[in-house]
């Protein structure tokens, strides 16, 4: 398994940005799919974004399309995921997630980072 570990995570105001990142173990991290999901208190966990580290294609959730955006840094083996126009809605732990297939689910993942907390203040 890859060892995920996410940072960056705060407190802002509602229509502000953070940018949470994801360092990733470097001796297999070429060979994975990176993703973010999260999780709100009470709901389920959620898919916000993938990105194909072989190819760098991306896919972003409709929920947080035109407002987040997933990329990533080779040479630092980090997943980042810019987070602009923030939402109270958007409150939740944001984990990174690890996979050898491309998917959209977290069952497609089975590696996975602690999670860092997102708040958005209204």
């Known amino acids: 398994q890859v060892q995920l570990v996410e940072s960056g995570g705060g407190l802002v105001q509602a229509g502000g940005s953070l940018r949470p990142s994801c360092a990733a173990s470097a001796r297999t991290f070429s060979s994975y799919a990176m993703a973010w999901f999260r999780q709100a208190p009470g709901k389920e966990r959620e898919f916000v974004a993938a990105?194909?580290?072989?190819?760098?294609?991306?896919y972003h959730a409709d929920s947080v399309k035109g407002r987040f955006i997933i990329s990533r840094d080779n040479a630092k083996n980090t997943v980042y995921l810019l987070m602009n126009s923030l939402k109270p809605e958007d409150t939740a732990v944001y984990f990174c997630?690890?996979?050898?297939?491309?998917?959209?689910?977290?069952?497609?993942?089975?590696?996975w980072g602690q999670g860092t907390q997102v708040t958005v203040s209204s």
């Open positions: 990105i194909s580290w072989r190819t760098g294609n991306t």
């Open positions: 997630a690890a996979s050898n297939t491309w998917g959209l689910t977290s069952r497609t993942y089975d590696s």
